[in-house]
C-alpha cells in the first residue's frame, strides 16, 4: 500500500518536476544569450574605443602637426579640421576592417547612416580628449614657479 502510494505521487509529481527543469533551462538559456551579446556590444566598445584613440593621437601627432608646423600662424587653415576629421574617421573604419563594423553595427542595431555618425562623434570626443589631456600636461600656475624659486 505504502509503494503503491509513492508511486501514484511520483506519477503526479514527474510532471511538474519535468515543468521546472524545462522552465529553468529556458530561463537560464535566457540569461546566458544576453550575458554573451552584453559581452559582445562590450568588447565592440572597448574596441572601437581603442582605435578611435589610436588614430586620433596619430592623426594629431603626424598630420595636425606637420599642418600647423607649415602654417604661418601656427594654426590650421579653415576646413582643414573637416577633412582631417573625414580621414580619420576613414582610418578608423580601416583599422576595424569590414567585419568589425558590421559587428559592431548589428551589436549596437544600428543603420549605416547611423555607424558612421558614431564614429564621427567618437573621433571628435577623442580630439576633445586628447587637446584636453595635452592642454593640462605640463602647465604649471606661476605662482608654483615663484614658490619653488624661493
Known amino acids: 500500500m505504502t509503494n ?11 510532471p511538474l518536476l519535468v515543468a521546472a527543469l524545462t522552465w ?4 537560464l538559456s ?12 562590450r568588447a565592440a566598445l572597448l574596441r572601437l574605443d581603442d582605435v578611435v584613440m589610436t588614430v586620433v593621437k596619430e592623426t594629431l601627432q603626424v598630420t595636425v602637426k606637420a599642418i600647423r608646423a607649415a602654417s604661418a600662424n601656427g594654426k590650421l587653415p579653415p576646413g582643414t579640421g573637416d577633412v582631417i576629421k573625414r580621414a580619420a574617421v ?3 573604419k580601416a583599422h576595424l576592417g569590414p567585419l568589425a563594423l558590421a ?8 543603420s549605416p547612416d547611423a555607424l558612421e555618425h558614431l564614429l564621427s562623434t567618437k573621433v571628435e570626443a577623442a580630439v576633445y580628449t586628447a587637446k584636453q589631456q595635452s592642454s593640462s600636461n605640463g602647465v604649471h600656475d606661476p605662482g608654483d614657479a ?3 624659486a624661493k
Open 4 to 14: 503503491h502510494i509513492a508511486i501514484s505521487a511520483f506519477d503526479l509529481a514527474a
Open 24 to 27: 529553468t533551462a529556458t530561463r
Open 30 to 41: 535566457k540569461l546566458i544569450s544576453t550575458r554573451i551579446r552584453n559581452e559582445r556590444v
Open 90 to 92: 576613414a582610418a578608423v
Open 103 to 110: 559587428e559592431l553595427a548589428s551589436a549596437l542595431s544600428l
Open 146 to 148: 615663484a614658490q619653488a
